[in-house]
């Protein structure tokens, strides 16, 4: 044991050199943009490949739990069908022809890495432009609301969090009210609990009513589960309440999620940008 002592001792300059480099090396990548950028775009690949080995082996043993869920989800789609339905004959009705068309397709996909514990997590999904893949795209679990794709390659894509203090926010609409309003985001503090805000504390908000996506997201369809009310505080000095939603999405266990593809949007947008173009044209 002495001599290892005596070795590390008069090794200590080359060591407290190499601790240096290294201090040094980290700090240059984490304070500069441009390093940081080339660190993780050289390294990303390696950690995907590394990343989607691991999620298999997971993948493996959690099937159990992912077949439950969709299983329950299945079931929650069935239970929709028309065909669950009697129509009940009256003496006097209308017959009103609807035709539906699809706005919404789901791709699966596969977690190949994801973060909790940092102020602003991402997502990495092993879908990309070669399944339709765009940035902007909205990205569910059967649980809920996961978050909304940022990056995107031929064979995979990244995603921001809903646990992200600065890429990610939602107006969602509160189920029980069927009213949207407020905004929900996450403080960076407990991954299990998202903030509701920007509700005046004379609406009649309750403790259990259910948030959900809101009719007028452009990443999302409506009513997909985000969270609960857990706690409801007021201060007579403020207009707003302190609202705290218990998340619907164990973010520490999403394996299996759901990107969303709007078949509409680019439609909408053309739309939304050519009026756009006239108003600028003539205010």
């Known amino acids: 044991m002495n001599s290892v002592f005596k070795y590390l001792k008069s090794k200590l300059h080359v060591l407290l050199f190499l601790l240096l480099e290294l201090l040094?090396?980290?700090?240059?990548?984490?304070?500069?943009?441009?390093?940081?950028?080339?660190?993780?775009?050289?390294?990303?690949?390696?950690?995907?490949?590394?990343?989607?080995?691991?999620?298999?082996?997971?993948?493996?043993?959690g099937l159990m739990s992912k077949n439950e869920a969709l299983y329950n989800?299945?079931?929650?789609?069935?239970?929709?069908?028309?065909?669950?339905?009697?129509?009940?004959?009256?003496?006097?009705?209308?017959?009103?022809?609807?035709?539906?068309?699809?706005r919404y397709k789901y791709f699966p996909a596969q977690v190949i890495t994801n973060s909790t514990n940092r102020q602003n997590?991402?997502?990495?999904?092993?879908?990309?432009?070669?399944?339709?893949?765009?940035?902007?795209?909205?990205?569910?679990s059967p649980e809920g609301v996961v978050g909304t794709i940022v990056e995107v390659s031929d064979n995979y894509s990244v995603a921001v969090s809903v646990l992200n203090t600065q890429g990610f926010k939602i107006v969602p609409?509160?189920?029980?009210?069927?009213?949207?309003?407020?905004?929900?985001?996450?403080?960076?503090?407990?991954?299990?609990?998202?903030?509701?805000?920007?509700?005046?504390?004379?609406?009649?908000?309750?403790?259990?009513?259910?948030?959900?996506?809101?009719?007028?997201?452009?990443?999302?369809?409506?009513?997909?589960?985000?969270?609960?009310?857990?706690?409801?505080?007021?201060?007579?000095?403020?207009?707003?309440?302190?609202a705290k939603i218990k998340s619907s999405v164990n973010f520490g266990k999403i394996q299996t999620v759901y990107i969303v593809i709007d078949l509409f949007k680019h439609e909408i947008e053309k739309l939304e940008s050519e009026l756009n173009k006239k108003t600028t044209e003539h205010p």
């Open 121 to 140: 997590n991402y997502i990495t999904l092993n879908r990309g432009t070669s399944s339709g893949i765009e940035k902007g795209m909205g990205v569910f």
């Open 173 to 242: 609409k509160i189920k029980e009210m069927n009213d949207t309003k407020g905004t929900v985001i996450w403080d960076g503090k407990d991954p299990n609990y998202l903030n509701l805000e920007n509700i005046n504390k004379y609406e009649a908000l309750k403790v259990g009513y259910h948030i959900v996506t809101s009719p007028y997201s452009k990443n999302f369809p409506e009513n997909i589960p985000i969270g609960v009310i857990e706690s409801l505080k007021t201060k007579p000095s403020e207009t707003f309440y302190q």
């Open 24 to 61: 040094s090396l980290i700090a240059i990548i984490r304070f500069n943009v441009y390093q940081t950028a080339f660190y993780y775009s050289n390294t990303r690949k390696l950690s995907m490949t590394i990343h989607e080995w691991n999620s298999s082996i997971f993948d493996y043993f």
């Open 73 to 102: 989800e299945n079931l929650e789609l069935r239970r929709k069908l028309k065909t669950n339905y009697v129509v009940e004959s009256k003496k006097i009705f209308e017959v009103h022809d609807t035709v539906f068309k699809q």
